[in-house]
């Protein structure tokens, strides 16, 4: 198991700086979503681009995830294109960084289209963008997330296709707020799950299904559960500490919350069995 934290965590800082408090914090890897507080997307200056594998690299950090905003779910032909367009753009750049995962997101169901309607549609998106993906040493990992969420959706969905450079982000926080049992997400999902999202959050008793994001082992997420279920499933990849102040200004910054997580996360694998 190696630790990663996503640039999410601290949009007001530098390449520089974030690849800086990885090293500081304990972390093995960095797992890319912003560059200097911007989205990565291809129109990313190229010279950015070097900073965010060049960095890493020189302080022995790894690049564990490029992360996009494709959304393989799309209603029409042309809406597909564009997403495997974008999509293959964004798989060169991670292959330039070294990076070997890509995720990409589902998205919400189309208005007017079943989830069985799209589902051929979008797996021959997501079957494009995997043997792409896979001539270049890269895995794309759908998050589960959105319309996606729970783990029998996104398991028929990949079933369909049976590609090895196409697998599970298991995001533990969405599968667990929508009233998934970590066990059973597991019993499912096995082997398919390539990469791991870990955070903590509260559940608000006064407003069902109102969660409120906190420090790792100050909320209601079994974390430690969840990591002694991965350890015991063989999973030997990465965790991503994925603390979204980007979208959540009111959350800790990232000075307490990235050092803060590190001992816990440690803790919670190194005792499970």
């Given at each position: 198991?190696?630790?990663?934290?996503?640039?999410?965590?601290?949009?007001?800082?530098?390449?520089?700086?974030?690849?800086?408090?990885?090293?500081?914090?304990?972390?093995?890897?960095?797992?890319?979503?912003?560059?200097?507080?911007?989205?990565?997307?291809?129109?990313?200056?190229?010279?950015?681009?070097?900073?965010?594998?060049?960095?890493?690299?020189?302080?022995?950090?790894?690049?564990?995830?490029?992360?996009?905003?494709?959304?393989?779910?799309?209603?029409?032909?042309?809406?597909?294109?564009?997403?495997?367009?974008?999509?293959?753009?964004?798989?060169?750049?991670?292959?330039?960084?070294?990076?070997?995962?890509?995720?990409?997101?589902?998205?919400?169901?189309?208005?007017?289209?079943?989830?069985?309607?799209?589902?051929?549609?979008?797996?021959?998106?997501?079957?494009?963008?995997g043997e792409y993906a896979g001539e270049r040493k890269v895995t794309i990992v759908l998050e589960t997330h959105d319309a996606w969420t729970r783990s029998e959706d996104v398991l028929e969905l990949l079933q369909s296709l049976s590609?090895?450079?196409?697998?599970?982000?298991?995001?533990?926080?969405?599968?667990?707020?929508?009233?998934?049992?970590?066990?059973?997400?597991?019993?499912?999902?096995?082997?398919?799950?390539?990469?791991?999202?870990?955070?903590?959050?509260?559940?608000?008793?006064?407003?069902?299904?109102?969660?409120?994001?906190?420090?790792?082992?100050?909320?209601?997420?079994?974390?430690?559960?969840?990591?002694?279920?991965?350890?015991?499933?063989?999973y030997d990849g990465y965790l991503s500490l994925e603390w979204e102040k980007k979208w959540h200004p009111e959350i800790a910054e990232p000075e307490i919350a990235l050092p803060q997580a590190v001992p816990y996360l440690h803790e919670?694998?190194?005792?499970?069995?």
């Amino acid at each position: 198991m190696k630790l990663a934290y996503s640039s999410l965590a601290c949009p007001g800082w530098t390449i520089e700086e974030a690849v800086a408090a990885a090293v500081r914090y304990g972390y093995d890897a960095i797992e890319w979503r912003l560059a200097d507080g911007a989205i990565i997307t291809p129109e990313t200056p190229p010279e950015t681009i070097r900073r965010l594998r060049d960095v890493p690299a020189t302080c022995g950090i790894e690049v564990a995830c490029l992360d996009t905003s494709c959304q393989v779910v799309q209603a029409t032909t042309a809406a597909r294109a564009e997403t495997l367009t974008t999509g293959r753009q964004m798989i060169d750049i991670a292959n330039g960084l070294g990076s070997p995962f890509l995720r990409v997101f589902g998205g919400a169901l189309p208005e007017g289209i079943s989830r069985p309607a799209i589902l051929t549609p979008t797996a021959e998106v997501l079957r494009a963008l995997g043997e792409y993906a896979g001539e270049r040493k890269v895995t794309i990992v759908l998050e589960t997330h959105d319309a996606w969420t729970r783990s029998e959706d996104v398991l028929e969905l990949l079933q369909s296709l049976s590609l090895p450079s196409v697998k599970i982000l298991w995001d533990a926080h969405h599968t667990y707020r929508s009233g998934e049992d970590p066990a059973q997400t597991l019993a499912r999902l096995g082997k398919a799950i390539a990469y791991v999202h870990l955070k903590d959050s509260q559940l608000d008793p006064t407003q069902p299904a109102t969660w409120t994001y906190c420090l790792v082992n100050e909320g209601d997420v079994p974390l430690r559960s969840i990591c002694a279920q991965l350890k015991e499933a063989g999973y030997d990849g990465y965790l991503s500490l994925e603390w979204e102040k980007k979208w959540h200004p009111e959350i800790a910054e990232p000075e307490i919350a990235l050092p803060q997580a590190v001992p816990y996360l440690h803790e919670f694998w190194l005792e499970s069995k």
